[in-house]
């Protein structure tokens, strides 16, 4: 049975579906649909098989609601022979409530020569991995994942396999893209979890790409988590089942209230 999309297309506008709220207001929608359908849109109006979308900035800075329809303008701000800059900004009714910015590269060879960088992980793959029991893991049925080591909240290494199990829009796939972009949001709650609850709420995400995922299993690794005066940064270290791809990295404030229905330690 088709798991119900996040969002129904209708026109020029997207309907949003009560699956794609956030854990922090069941009216309010999730920045991780709120990031995809910007990835969406750009990939959509702007992409091409010539550019990898090497940089996707993200600035969030309202709360959408789930109720009112969604429209998207996107703009092309560079169209070089190497590099394409893209600007696209989210609107819930008329109101504007995210904007992106995406940097496009062209693909050719790498530069010759060695360059040092870190080691693949070594991790198990998610086929090897059984899958969890506590349905917090997976956001009571947004995603699905396999653990491996560590959890939201826990004090020490985290790591994660996560796979989208719906579409973004209907009747639109997934593109590998919009796959990873939608997943990216997740850098903030386990960067930045600790143990007493998740006590920050992201304002933007940069994802980072060297390549785009050739498997629809997406590995997280937190690498940082620095907070003072209210403000932290998270870092997560991004994999598909071949190797490294990129980075997701996050700016977030301090909550009053933490959000505590995480999964424990």
Request: hydrophobic share 40%.
């Amino acid at each position: 049975m088709k798991k119900e999309p996040f969002f129904a297309k209708q026109g020029d506008a997207f309907i949003p579906n009560p699956i794609s709220n956030g854990p922090w207001n069941p009216d309010s929608m999730h920045g991780r649909v709120v990031i995809g359908l910007l990835a969406h849109a750009i990939e959509e109006r702007h992409g091409s098989p010539d550019f990898v979308p090497a940089r996707l900035t993200v600035d969030m800075f309202r709360l959408p609601d789930i109720h009112t329809p969604i429209t998207v303008a996107t703009k092309r701000i560079r169209d070089g022979l190497r590099i394409r800059l893209m600007e696209a900004e989210f609107f819930s009714g008329e109101t504007s409530m995210a904007r992106a910015s995406c940097q496009l590269l062209r693909r050719t060879e790498n530069a010759p020569g060695n360059v040092w960088s870190p080691a693949n992980w070594d991790s198990p793959l998610p086929d090897a991995i059984p899958a969890p029991t506590d349905p917090r893991l997976g956001m009571n049925g947004k995603w699905t994942t396999r653990p491996i080591v560590g959890q939201m909240g826990s004090l020490g290494p985290r790591r994660v396999w996560i796979s989208e199990v719906r579409e973004l829009v209907d009747g639109v796939p997934m593109s590998p893209f919009v796959h990873v972009a939608t997943g990216a949001d997740f850098a903030s709650p386990f960067a930045n979890a600790g143990d007493q609850g998740l006590g920050y709420i992201n304002s933007d995400v940069t994802l980072y790409l060297h390549r785009l995922p050739v498997t629809r299993w997406i590995g997280f690794e937190v690498v940082n988590h620095h907070a003072s005066e209210g403000v932290a940064i998270g870092e997560c270290w991004l994999y598909d089942e071949k190797g490294p791809i990129g980075t997701s990295t996050v700016a977030a404030l301090a909550q009053r209230k933490p959000m505590t229905n995480v999964p424990p330690p």
